[in-house]
């Protein structure tokens, strides 16, 4: 049987493997470029409505890996780590929440991939980016969603106490914005509609695909073996983006990796790359929930009823409008530094290499968003659902390894959430400055009672609730990291290639944060940074064959 033979195969067909695919494919027309990916087109409208964007991960069958991590000692139980499957990756399945992050965790790439939708003159009091800043040529729908009155007393009333952010996507994210997002007419805007809707003749896409294995000869790559049992052949790269999690476990099962780890697993080694599978780094959130006063908003009547869910479901479909064009957005994101933080006895014992990122001047320390839907309240009350967002663990640091051999198996996944005392210190400040915002006056007048909450506001009782409620934010990376070749830990070069590896390269989330000396966590939302990457990879491999 003769084997396929492609110039380009990329494994993966999320967010970063699209746009490679699609930069790649589209500059080079004399290269056959396979995209492979392990579930499927992802393409039932059904699952793409805005407004339920927030159930997809758990209702859509077929979008979600499902892998849980290992029991979290702090935690005292498995976390959630969902992971998009099918075309698009995660972007079909995320919250669409669109940040870029501060200047200080990376000063370039930016406006590259966005199309922005300025909003309407009656909405810049509250949010205002500027051109400059933004891109208008992209491929990736970014902008508002429709807007609700009450929603701008909401965020008026905060500027009393914090600053105001125009534009959280402007290199400083640091005050109170209103939240981007990749939406645009109530659907999400995932990584295959926005990178994959007209396909070149060149580039051919496999789905239900899953890579078993990378193929080598001498120590060059050229190609893969597939579970349908397939050889396909790469006359000239394999690029992995499979994401953070996929990504090392295909890279471990294919001999490269820590050499002792390998060896347990009888793996025949091909090249000892330690760093591979560690350095895993992740987010945390949790959510205060308060419940309103009768009358005060009309956002969750829907979601409690049956009867009027079903007709908001036909409304959208019919047209693309109606409650789930817009449910729970616009939203609050805001991004703060904290004094106590800074000052604490934890942050004092951590070493000087950890403390300076967090003296940078536009890096926050956690993040507050409003208006979530939330899993908590059941009942059929008004609420405001108000998550606090930190680094889970910036000071432990996580890791990826494989349970055995055999490719079927998920991978044992690690974070080592609120391992360190430092972590621990950021969450209970986090949700403290959270309690702090529930109290403002024009909040605290409708609040009936807190559904959802630490009993006290002591650092035991919020502690205590962070870890009963605290789950991913499902914003991995960090696994086959970007650095100096010299540097330990780096298993990527500049040019995203596998170091002492031929032919090999990763182009996902995992390849962040970057430069470990300089940013050691990206404090944002990882779908703009995944895009950027996908990009920023196609461009350096189009220069470097032409």
Request: a negative charge; glycine letters at 8%.
């Amino acid at each position: 049987m003769a084997v396929e033979a492609f110039d380009f195969i990329i494994v993966g067909g999320g967010t970063a493997g699209c746009a490679l695919a699609s930069k790649l494919s589209g500059a080079r027309k004399n290269y056959q470029v396979l995209l492979l990916e392990a579930g499927g087109t992802n393409s039932n409208p059904d699952y793409q409505t805005y407004g339920e964007r927030h159930w997809t991960l758990a209702t859509a069958p077929g979008y979600n890996w499902g892998y849980k991590t290992v029991p979290q000692t702090q935690l005292d139980r498995e976390i959630d780590q969902s992971r998009g499957k099918g075309l698009g990756g995660s972007s079909a399945i995320n919250f669409c929440v669109y940040t870029r992050g501060p200047r200080a965790d990376y000063d370039h790439w930016a406006e590259q991939i966005e199309y922005f939708h300025k909003p309407p003159q009656e909405q810049q009091h509250w949010v205002n980016p500027t051109r400059s800043a933004h891109g208008d040529h992209g491929a990736v729908d970014v902008g508002l969603t429709d807007w609700e009155p009450e929603f701008g007393d909401f965020v008026d009333g905060l500027y009393n106490c914090y600053p105001k952010n125009l534009d959280v996507n402007s290199g400083d994210p640091l005050g109170v914005a209103v939240c981007q997002v990749s939406a645009r007419g109530g659907r999400r805007a995932t990584a295959s509609d926005a990178y994959l809707s007209d396909v070149p003749s060149n580039l051919t896409i496999i789905t239900d695909a899953t890579v078993e294995t990378i193929l080598f000869d001498q120590g060059k790559t050229v190609g893969v073996t597939t579970n349908k049992g397939k050889h396909i052949r790469a006359n000239m790269e394999v690029i992995l983006s499979a994401g953070a999690l996929d990504s090392p476990k295909l890279l471990l099962l294919s001999g490269i990796g820590p050499e002792a780890e390998l060896s347990k697993l009888h793996i025949p080694i091909v090249k000892d790359l330690p760093g591979v599978g560690k350095n895993l780094c992740d987010r945390l959130f949790l959510e205060l929930v308060s419940i309103r006063a009768a009358g005060s908003h009309y956002r969750t009547s829907y979601i409690t009823s049956p009867d009027e869910l079903y007709e908001a479901r036909k409304q959208w479909i019919k047209d693309r409008s109606g409650p789930l064009a817009g449910y729970y957005l616009p939203q609050m994101i805001g991004y703060f530094k904290s004094d106590k933080v800074i000052q604490s006895e934890e942050f004092q014992r951590l070493d000087s290499e950890l403390q300076r990122p967090l003296f940078a001047e536009t890096k926050p320390h956690y993040e507050i968003v409003s208006h979530n839907p939330s899993p908590t309240v059941q009942a059929p009350d008004k609420y405001i659902g108000i998550a606090a967002a930190f680094e889970g663990n910036y000071a432990a640091r996580g890791s990826v390894t494989l349970k055995s051999a055999d490719s079927k198996d998920p991978p044992v996944i690690d974070p080592k959430f609120l391992a360190e005392p430092f972590d621990r210190r950021v969450a209970i400040e986090a949700v403290r400055e959270t309690l702090k915002l529930l109290d403002l006056p024009h909040i605290a007048k409708e609040q009936v009672r807190l559904a959802a909450g630490p009993e006290d506001r002591s650092d035991e009782a919020i502690l205590n609730y962070v870890r009963k409620t605290a789950i991913s934010m499902w914003h991995c990376s960090g696994t086959v990291r970007m650095g100096k070749k010299k540097e330990p830990g780096t298993c990527v070069d500049s040019n995203f290639q596998v170091c002492g590896v031929d032919g090999l390269r990763v182009v996902d989330m995992s390849v962040a944060p970057f430069l470990l000396r300089l940013s050691l966590f990206l404090s944002a939302h990882t779908q703009a940074a995944a895009y950027l990457i996908g990009e920023t990879a196609a461009e350096k491999i189009i220069a470097e064959y032409n």
